[in-house]
């Protein structure tokens, strides 16, 4: 137990890993935590060398930079190339590859790309250069859709005719939905993503519950949360329940946040589908801003940009194929391990990224890179 | 920008209180409470909230508000949203 002594309360981490252990035995699990921030503390804490190894965790699709597609990015990257346009972008988003280089590559080259810490950042932009086009890059789930949305009301009560969103917001529900439908893949139950249930409600995850009959535990994200999360799961496993419980009721309410839930349904409708890296296309499972807020909308201001981008793209690779591919999908669908990805900690680490999840602390590879050296394994 | 960032509303900075001055870690930032207008969650000078890319989403206990910044130092997030707390409202 390396990491206990830097627990806050050891005593409390070694009576709960305890309790996992006489939970797990004679017993194996698979547990996707769905959110990168769990991802994260998993792997900083070394949970997975505490616990049984029959427990497996599969570390789910829940960070927005690696489950965007190169296309996507690259079509951001694309209105950043626009004369007159300043695009900002979380930063995050500045380092994820694009088949041409990432955001910070091109913004050394010469265009100008802006990071932001808040949309509202974005629409300080635009005010303060009216002479040019502000595009923001907006990623997240539920967590920072919210946000982004206001930003839009806020455009269009200041009047600004300088201020677009690329809108890249997706939805925690489906993406869940397409890992339990894949027959390759055999989950048993979920760390449920907390802060984005501060928005849509621990309820949310009651279809899951329901309609596939896996049990979803929301989490916070100290060592002890997730530990005393996998105790309330596997109890439930080993009673053969599937319920929603809510370990992160101190920060998560059950019922959704009525004022956010408004503002969405305002500015956003869901999109028929949208690609997802590695899983693919997922049926409704993003948004686009609605007809009326036209005006905001980077997709529909830039369409001719965009369109022209995507039939150079289709020749490119119709030409050339495409640049290497990575197999982040298999490693973001818990096929592979990261460490078992050819071009992990070679061609691919986190100063010189080569897929997305290599990025973000918050990704598999780079929480798995980052930490590992400090395990036992 | 997933992980939440806990700050104290020091004061409001509009006459509809859709933006308050938080104390983020010492830094003194702009802040939008506006989707904590909801029955019953109306924000009050003192309260802690969850913070995500400037927007408060909740409210919270202060005992949570050290847990979570807490946290933070843990997974050597500390720095980083610090820095992303003095980056609000800057361009
Ligand atoms: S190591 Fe790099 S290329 Fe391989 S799966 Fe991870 S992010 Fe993708």
Redesign the pocket.
């Known amino acids: 137990m390396k990491f206990v002594d830097e627990f806050r309360d050891p005593e409390l981490i070694k009576s709960t890993v305890g309790e996992i252990e006489s939970l797990m035995q004679g017993r194996s699990y698979r547990v996707m935590e769905v959110c990168g921030g769990h991802t994260h503390s998993i792997y900083r804490f070394g949970l997975e060398q505490l616990l049984p190894s029959s427990l497996e965790f599969i570390h789910g699709p829940g960070c927005p930079v690696c489950i965007l597609p190169m296309d996507r990015v690259d079509e951001g990257l694309k209105l950043a190339a626009q004369k007159n346009v300043i695009l900002a972008a979380y930063g995050d988003m500045m380092r994820v590859p694009g088949h041409s280089g990432s955001a910070l590559e091109l913004k050394a080259s010469g265009l100008d790309i802006r990071m932001v810490y808040s949309p509202l950042d974005a629409l300080k932009i635009a005010v303060d250069n009216p002479q040019s086009q502000v595009v923001f890059f907006a990623i997240g789930f539920e967590t920072t859709a919210p946000a982004t949305a206001l930003t839009v009301l806020k455009a269009q009560e200041l009047g600004l005719s300088n201020f677009t969103v690329f809108v890249n917001h997706v939805t925690v529900i489906p993406p869940m939905r397409a890992v339990l439908d894949d027959p390759d893949l055999k989950i048993d139950g979920f760390i449920g993503p907390g802060h984005v249930a501060t928005v849509i409600g621990a309820c949310a995850y009651d279809e899951i519950a329901r309609d596939y009959k896996k049990p979803v535990v929301v989490s916070g994200f100290e060592p002890l949360d997730i530990l005393q999360s996998l105790v309330l799961l596997l109890r439930q496993l080993n009673n053969g329940e599937a319920r929603v419980e809510n370990q992160y009721a101190r920060v998560v309410p059950w019922a959704p946040n009525a004022t956010a839930s408004t503002v969405l349904a305002k500015v956003f409708e869901l999109r028929p589908t949208f690609e997802w890296r590695g899983l693919g296309a997922i049926l409704q499972s993003a948004v686009k801003l609605r007809a009326q807020f036209s005006q905001y909308d980077a997709e529909v201001r830039f369409a001719e940009v965009l369109a022209n981008h995507r039939i150079d793209l289709e020749k490119d690779r119709i030409e050339r194929g495409r640049g290497p591919s ?3 999908g ?2 973001l669908k818990g096929l592979i391990k ?1 460490n078992q ?5 070679k ?2 680490r986190p100063e010189k ?6 990025v973000s602390s918050e ?3 780079a929480a798995h890179f980052n930490y590992a050296h400090e395990r036992i394994d | 920008m997933c992980l939440a960032i806990p700050g104290r509303v020091e004061s409001f900075v509009d006459a509809e209180r859709r933006m308050a001055l938080a104390d983020i870690s010492g830094v003194k930032r702009e802040i939008s409470v506006d989707l904590l207008r909801g029955e019953g969650a109306q924000v009050e000078i003192g309260d802690w909230v969850l913070i995500h890319v400037g927007f408060a989403m909740s409210k919270i206990s202060e005992k949570q508000a050290r847990e979570q910044l807490e946290v933070l130092a843990m997974l050597g997030e500390a720095v980083a949203a610090a820095e992303e707390a003095r980056g609000y409202g800057q361009s």
Do not use: H, Q
């Not at chain 1, 990805?341 to 900690?345: K, M, V």
């Not at chain 1, 990224?353 to 290599?358: C, E, I, K, V």
């Open positions: 990575t197999p982040c298999e490693v990261p990805c050819a071009l992990f900690g061609e691919c990224p080569l897929g997305a999840l290599m990704g598999a590879c």
